[in-house]
Structures are given as structure tokens and as C-alpha cells.
């Protein structure tokens, strides 16, 4: 039982381009989460899932897209990067909404 | 609108010292609340929820709805309690908003 795996651990772009991150399940959890995580602000949500085939805009969606094709995926995509767009981000899941987020480990993103 | 606030980014004690991580939220619904921890080189992870009224290593936050607040204490602070902490607010049933952290460091 992994838990909750992200791919890639770490990851340098240069502006205007893209790259998909892939978050993954084992626990049959009906929400997923996409946060960023960057200093003095704390974890923004970016983009959320309540169940397979729905998507919905968090806080900051800008500059991203996601997609949840499955159940266990949640893929985060960024068409055109930007140095904005530095960051760590962070998948989470959730068996319902008002229970326990359980974490990726982070994608450390660099956009040069 | 919703808002969590967490008015310490750092803060620094001796072990065996009493610790309180402030959390104040602005909420106009039944509030959920929540602390997360993120030890060093390890992801986050929920420490305790108001609604489990449970002590986790011990530590415990109290809801105190008058003064909109969901402190975490700790009465004697051990160095393995250094870590970057999270207060959350879950709200509209499907997401969770976070707090800035503070960053607790235990010196020995």
C-alpha cells in the first residue's frame, strides 16, 4: 500500500514550456487535491477532484489544467510554464471531504 | 470569507518548555478544523482534528468559537517536535483552506 506517489520528485523547465504531473492513489479515495506550497504563503489548492471524470478550480488555478480519467490519477498539467510557476507542489487525496488529506511526497518544480 | 491565520512563522523554545502554535480562522459556517505536520524531509500529515477531541503526541487544540481560535498546545516540548505546522479549515464540505505554518524549532 503506497499511499499517495507523485512523478516526477523533481523537475527543471524553461519558460514556455510543458510537462504533466502525475499523482497516483492506492486507497480508493473519491477527492483529490493539487496544491502549491511556496514561502510565507502556505499550501494554496490549485485544483480538486470529488470523484472519477470531475475536475473543479481551486484558489489558484491559473496556468493550470487538470484531468482525473481515472480513479486512482490525478494529472496536473502546466501548458506554457512560467516562473510563476516555481513552486513544490503537492497531491493529496481524501476519503470523503471532511476527512483526512493523506499527502504526496512534492514535486519540486523549477521554471527557469 | 473564509481565512485561516497563523500569526508566527517561527517559533523557538528550550525542551521540556510549554508550546502554543496560534490559529485563528474567519469562518461563517460550523468550522472544521485541523492541524497538519511536515517533519523534515517527510510529506504532511494530519497530527489531529478538532471533532476527535484526541491528544497525538501529545499534543491538543481546543475550538474555541468565541474567539474564532484553534490553538495547539503542548505543555513540555521535545525536540522531535521540530517541524513546520499547518492549521486548516475544511469548508463548502469539499475543500480545505491552510494556514501560513510556523516553524517550531526545539532546542535542546
Known amino acids: 500500500n503506497a499511499g499517495v506517489t507523485q512523478t516526477p520528485k523533481f523537475r527543471v523547465l524553461k519558460t514556455g514550456q510543458s510537462m504533466t504531473l502525475l499523482c497516483a492513489q492506492d486507497?480508493?479515495?473519491?477527492?483529490m487535491y493539487w496544491y502549491r506550497q511556496d514561502p510565507g504563503m502556505g499550501l494554496r489548492l490549485i485544483h480538486y477532484s470529488v470523484g472519477e471524470g470531475t475536475t473543479a478550480k481551486g484558489e489558484v488555478p491559473d496556468g493550470y489544467n487538470v484531468s482525473r480519467l481515472k480513479k486512482q490519477n490525478f494529472l496536473l498539467g502546466l501548458e506554457s510554464a512560467a516562473p510563476s510557476q516555481t513552486s513544490v507542489y503537492f497531491c493529496?487525496?481524501?476519503?470523503?471531504?471532511?476527512?483526512?488529506?493523506?499527502f504526496g511526497p512534492g514535486t519540486r518544480l523549477l521554471v527557469l | 470569507a473564509q481565512r485561516v491565520t497563523q500569526p508566527e512563522k517561527l517559533l523557538s523554545v528550550f525542551k521540556g518548555a510549554p508550546v502554543e502554535l496560534k490559529c485563528n480562522y474567519s469562518y461563517s459556517g460550523s468550522p472544521e478544523l485541523f492541524w497538519y505536520v511536515q517533519y523534515s524531509r517527510q510529506r504532511l500529515q494530519l497530527l489531529l482534528r478538532h471533532i476527535s477531541r484526541e491528544s497525538i503526541k501529545g499534543f491538543t487544540a481546543d475550538l474555541n468559537k468565541g474567539e474564532t481560535s484553534f490553538h495547539l498546545k503542548k505543555p513540555f516540548a521535545q525536540e522531535e517536535d521540530s517541524a513546520m505546522y499547518y492549521c486548516?479549515?475544511?469548508?463548502?464540505?469539499?475543500?480545505?483552506?491552510f494556514g501560513t505554518g510556523t516553524r517550531l524549532q526545539v532546542f535542546p
Open positions: 486548516a479549515l475544511s469548508y463548502n464540505t469539499d475543500k480545505l483552506i
Open positions: 493529496a487525496s481524501s476519503r470523503t471531504s471532511a476527512e483526512t488529506q493523506y
Open positions: 486507497m480508493n479515495h473519491e477527492y
